[in-house]
């Protein structure tokens, strides 16, 4: 039997108080249910890059520290990519920007799609995301979600009270990226 190909669920934010584990672990449980693709987070708090130290620019593919290679390593080793992240000023955050740019071919020609989420879904930070992904000439899937979280929606440390009734608006999108995903990979 072949392996099943595997997708990263990239958890794009390492805020101490972040709530994008959470996501990513729920938005890994529902879109796997059923796939025959295997989803699989991937934590940026633990991979840990540094502030971008290579001296040369990532396409030459010519790494001078271990942990790029290990990136590079880690990064080859999935078929596609489901990014989750917070908008933050209009934006993304630095910590998955960093950990783009340190590679290039690795990215080229995988499928990704991503989740975003803020007080208004993120939409100006899923704007700079796709620029980006197209850039890095990953294939981008049409069906993208963009998760609205009130302060109603947390408690007092800044949690998710009910990550699933707050997220269950976008399950039909996710299943949508899902079909696309195994679609992408498999024709």
């Excluded at 633990?46 to 040369?56: C, G």
């Excluded at 879904?121 to 980006?132: C, I, L, Y």
Aim: proline share 4%; hydrophobic share 45%.
């Amino acid at each position: 039997m072949p392996a099943r190909q595997r997708i990263a669920v990239v958890i794009g934010s390492t805020r101490p108080t972040r709530i994008c584990a959470g996501i990513a672990a729920w938005a890994r449980d529902a879109i796997a249910d059923g796939s025959e693709l295997s989803y699989e987070l991937l934590d940026l708090a633990t991979v840990n890059l540094p502030f971008l130290d290579e001296p040369l620019k990532a396409a030459l593919h010519q790494y001078a520290h271990e942990h790029t290679r290990a990136w590079s390593e880690l990064v080859s080793s999935y078929d596609g990519f489901l990014f989750v992240f917070p908008q933050y000023n209009w934006g993304y955050p630095a910590v998955l920007k960093n950990a783009l740019d340190y590679l290039y071919q690795e990215w080229r020609d995988k499928p990704a799609s991503f989740i975003t989420y803020g007080t208004r879904g993120g939409s100006k930070a899923a704007e700079q995301f796709t620029t980006v992904l197209h850039g890095l000439h990953m294939r981008v899937l049409d069906d993208h979600v963009q998760a609205v979280i009130t302060d109603a929606d947390v408690d007092a440390d800044w949690q998710l009270k009910d990550v699933a009734a707050t997220l269950a608006p976008t399950a039909a999108r996710l299943a949508a990226i899902g079909a696309q995903m195994s679609r992408a990979l498999n024709g």
